[in-house]
């Protein structure tokens, strides 16, 4: 059975959202942040969260929409030329552990490194189906952030490398068993993005490792993941593109925040370090699992 596409349009939870990382590795400051659109119930959420080896802190609210999809709460995305964003937020953020708020001003220009990668070179017919409840279209790409970041009045001046992501179609958080969507970027010739979306199914891959200046769609991968705690702490990963190429990477997670997206279903966003080949590289490993 083919995606009907126009009713997944009238589906409740059709979503469409943005979604920005980045990591600033002489500062060791981490930066994600996301607004999605879900028009059919009047609902647009946003998060922007900061990491640092002192800081983990962050914003999630939803409000209802309006006619600027790109805004919402203090955060703001706005792309200027095709590639080139300009990304801001000013507001508060909340250390849960803490107890303690901060103010925030971010001002940073994201610009592209690789072409835009459709996720539906990955899949096919079967596969595009099985992920329907999730996004019907995706969308990754890696680039530079380069800009500054105010917290209290102390400014930081942003210089690194991160992802970007957009997706639209149904979005139910509770849809998927499990997903796993982790990226690095080891310089700006070098980057990769693997996406495991476990359903009832069974298991979707998709992802592109960028490198002699080309995307390679990802079309499977082996993801031995490690805990402790209950919670993700290294992984190792076998990942294939469509030619049959193997890329091996080892991932290690330097800390992660955590993020309720609804009544049954956590997001845990961690900053990773990885290692491909001899190269050396930061990024996001985000986790989608049942709240514990």
């Known amino acids: 059975m083919n995606v009907n596409l126009e009713e997944l349009k009238e589906h409740e939870d059709w979503n469409?959202?943005?979604?920005?990382?980045?990591?600033?590795?002489?500062?060791?400051?981490?930066?994600?942040?996301?607004?999605?659109?879900k028009k059919n119930k009047n609902e647009k959420m946003m998060f922007f969260y900061l990491m640092s080896p002192n800081l983990t802190a962050g914003i999630k609210l939803e409000t209802t929409c309006d006619d600027d999809p790109w805004s919402n709460s203090g955060l703001h995305f706005q792309e200027n030329e095709p590639g080139i964003w300009e990304l801001k937020y000013e507001g508060p953020i909340l250390d849960p552990i803490k107890k303690e708020k901060y103010q925030v001003k971010m001002e940073v220009t994201w610009a592209a490194l690789n072409p835009l990668m459709d996720f539906i070179e990955c899949v096919d017919e079967k596969e595009t189906e099985m992920s329907s409840n999730v996004a019907s279209e995706h969308y990754e790409q890696f680039g530079i952030a380069r800009g500054r970041v105010e917290i209290d009045g102390e400014i930081i001046m942003i210089d690194a490398m991160g992802e970007r992501d957009k997706s639209i179609g149904v979005r139910e958080w509770g849809s998927p068993k499990m997903w796993m969507w982790i990226n690095s970027a080891f310089s700006?010739?070098?980057?990769?993005?693997?996406?495991?979306?476990?359903?009832?199914?069974?298991?979707?891959?998709?992802?592109?490792?960028?490198?002699?200046?080309?995307?390679?769609?990802?079309?499977?991968?082996?993801?031995?993941?490690?805990?402790?705690k209950g919670f993700p702490s290294d992984f190792k990963m076998v990942l294939y593109d469509k030619r049959g190429k193997e890329y091996e990477v080892?991932?290690?997670?330097?800390?992660?925040?955590?993020?309720?997206?609804?009544?049954?279903?956590?997001?845990?966003?961690?900053?990773?370090?990885?290692?491909?080949?001899?190269?050396?590289?930061?990024g996001i490993a985000e986790f989608l699992v049942p709240k514990i």
Do not use: C
């Open 250 to 282: 080892d991932g290690e997670v330097v800390r992660f925040g955590m993020i309720p997206v609804d009544g049954e279903m956590m997001l845990i966003e961690t900053l990773s370090k990885y290692h491909w080949e001899d190269k050396e590289g930061y």
């Open 188 to 228: 700006q010739d070098d980057a990769f993005n693997i996406t495991k979306l476990s359903v009832e199914e069974g298991d979707i891959y998709a992802g592109y490792f960028y490198t002699e200046g080309t995307n390679q769609p990802l079309v499977k991968s082996k993801i031995d993941l490690k805990f402790q």
């Open 16 to 37: 469409e959202s943005y979604y920005f990382n980045f990591h600033d590795i002489r500062n060791d400051l981490t930066s994600f942040m996301r607004i999605g659109n």
